[in-house]
Structures are given as C-alpha cells and as structure tokens.
C-alpha cells in the first residue's frame, strides 16, 4: 500500500497533528477564567451556527473548536474553508449582560485586537487589523487576509467566531489575496499554543472592557484598535448597504467602532457597516 492509498484519519498528515482536548481544558479551565467549557469536533459546518443554535441556556464562556469547518461563515455569507487542521476555526459564547447593548459593536474590534496581540507573541507575526474584521499578515511585502472574525448576536448574548490559517502551503490558498501564518514566517505553527494564546487575550481585553462598562476609551480598546488597525490613514472605498459607495481617506475610529472617512467635499461620514476596499497608493506599494 502506498502513502496515497492509506486510509485517512486524524494522524494522516504529521505536520499537521490534531489539537489535544484534554490539554486544552488542563490549560484555560481554571475555577477565576472566564472559559466554562471546550469542545473540539473533528468536522461541522459551522462553529458559530452550532452554538447559536444552542445559545438559549449556553453558559458564558463556551468554547467550540472544529479541526474542520465545511460550512465556515465571514461577513457578507462570504464561505470559509480550508484543509482539515490546517487553522484554527473556534467560536465563543459571551454573555456581557451588564454592558449596554449599543456598546456590543465592539465585541468583535475587541476581538481582533486580542487576536492581533498574542499572534505577535506566540507567532511572531506582525498582524495588523482591516477595519472592521480581518486579520492581515504581511507576506513578499503585501497585505494578504489570514483571518476573520464573525460576531452574532444569540439568545442573551453574542457568539464570536474567529477562523485563522495558521499552515496553508501557498498551492492550498484559495484565492491570491489570502495568506498564512506559515507564510508570514511564523515562528510556531503549533494550533494549541496559539489557541491558548488568543483565548487568553480575549479573556484579558473581555475583562477590562466588562469592568469599563464596555467604554472602548476608558478600557484602552479603542486606541488599541486604532494603533493596530492598517485601515487607518489609508484611501479607501467602502461598500455599503444599498449599492451606495464612498470613496475617502479613513481617519478616525470613533467611539462606537465605526470607521470615519473624511470625503473629498470636506465631509466626515461614520461608516458603522460596510466592506471596505484598501486603495493602492504610490505610499502603500502593491496592494
């Protein structure tokens, strides 16, 4: 029998080991953390669809990971797949009840932030943040999407789904503006270390956020955001609802997460959804 012909199974690619629950729960289940459970499925369609699916009653804290994801969901029902343990593809159940609503928005800002920060520490990638959910990775020096966060509101709270290539080989891509971990020269590949590492982040910045009444300023949130957020300071076009576009230079983050551009009539308007395009400029190089 060869390689080819061997029946495949959760070892079948070494480089690619699967994650281990057990040292997962040993690692983020702690009786103070902000974690009450995690789960890891060899497959599903949806990380996000199966705990919204079971969001009334869910515990705060819910973690439920895919080794692959055959239905992944971005924003816009944009799809999101990629080869069997080759990402991470997980989602989280918060339930910020004492935080007013209208401040929810920026659960998923929060989430890339924490995101972004502890792939700088356990990746040793620079990420930098596409207003208002992609994670970018630099690789032969042009932007490329490496990830993705998807926010919904379920039962009492909001399910936040966050999927990452960590080792796509560049034939495994599936378009050319996308990108990988390993592409970007990580350091470490390994799924569990960098698992623990964004839910931790994600546990921190939850927490400051909670405790300033989800005031993005006062927690720190918002000039994180901006400081790590390569929209900013960029020409762009952002599509908006109603086949309507606005092309102008993006200046601020306000405090409500939307994205500020300042038109070429002298204007500001306040982008709250939206997909927005990075215009190439002599500045920025290829695009």
Request: net charge negative.
């Amino acid at each position: 029998m060869t390689p080819s012909d061997a029946p495949h199974n959760r070892w079948s690619d070494l480089d690619r080991p699967p994650l281990n629950v057990a040292a997962l729960r040993r690692g983020l289940l702690r009786p103070d953390s902000l974690w009450s459970s995690v789960d890891v499925v060899e497959t599903t369609g949806s990380t996000n669809s199966d705990l919204a699916a079971r969001a009334d009653g869910l515990a705060e804290g819910t973690v439920l990971v895919a080794e692959e994801q055959t239905a992944g969901r971005g924003r816009l029902d944009r799809t999101w797949t990629a080869p069997p343990r080759s990402g991470l593809f997980f989602s989280v159940y918060l339930k910020p009840g004492d935080v007013p609503p209208h401040r929810w928005g920026w659960l998923p800002l929060l989430a890339g932030v924490a995101t972004a920060t502890a792939l700088a520490q356990s990746a040793g990638v620079d990420t930098a943040l596409k207003w208002p959910n992609d994670l970018l990775v630099t690789i032969d020096g042009a932007e490329r999407k490496a990830g993705g966060i998807l926010a919904e509101r379920a039962g009492e709270g909001v399910v936040i789904g966050i999927g990452l290539n960590v080792s796509l080989r560049a034939d495994e891509l599936p378009v050319p503006a996308a990108g990988s971990l390993a592409l970007a020269g990580a350091v470490s590949t390994d799924r569990e270390t960098l698992l623990r590492a964004v839910l931790r982040g994600l546990e921190e910045w939850y927490g400051s956020w909670r405790a300033a009444d989800g005031d993005a300023a006062a927690s720190g949130l918002q000039a994180a955001y901006a400081a790590g957020c390569a929209t900013l300071d960029r020409t762009v076009r952002a599509e908006l609802p109603g086949d309507r576009s606005v092309v102008g230079e993006a200046v601020a983050i306000d405090g409500d997460g939307r994205l500020v551009l300042s038109t070429g009539d002298g204007l500001q308007e306040p982008v709250s959804a939206g997909d927005i395009v990075h215009l190439r400029t002599e500045e920025d190089g290829p695009a």
